[in-house]
């Protein structure tokens, strides 16, 4: 497929997916007129490239990563970073949990006035 239905397909625009080749993380097949060719295999990579990013990895890592889900083996500095990365999302998560709950608290506040003085803290 061309660069722009696998970017349809995959719900990137066509920039992006240049950007991924510039950074070695797709490598797409040329025509003789050196147009991009992806297989359906590429989608797939493209997603688990949006997942990776989602998760808060940089392209940096993902150039080593790749080929260590390619070949099944992870090195030890490798599971070290992901630990790294996986604990920085629980952090976040636990912050965001913290932010919804404060939000909840202001809108029961809002829903139901009364002639007290606003909490200085949303716990």
Do not use: N, W
């Amino acid at each position: 497929m061309r660069i722009g239905e696998l970017a349809r397909r995959a719900g990137v625009s066509t920039r992006a997916l240049r950007y991924y080749e510039e950074q070695g993380l797709l490598t797409p097949a040329r025509t003789t007129a050196g147009h991009r060719i992806y297989t359906e295999a590429s989608l797939a990579r493209v997603q688990l490239i949006q997942l990776l990013f989602t998760a808060g990895l940089s392209s940096r890592l993902l150039v080593r990563l790749l080929p260590a889900i390619d070949a099944k083996y992870l090195e030890l500095d490798l599971v070290a970073r992901l630990e790294a990365e996986r604990a920085r999302l629980a952090a976040d998560i636990f912050e965001l949990q913290a932010a919804h709950r404060r939000l909840g608290v202001l809108l029961d506040i809002s829903a139901d006035p009364d002639d007290r003085e606003c909490a200085t803290t949303l716990d």
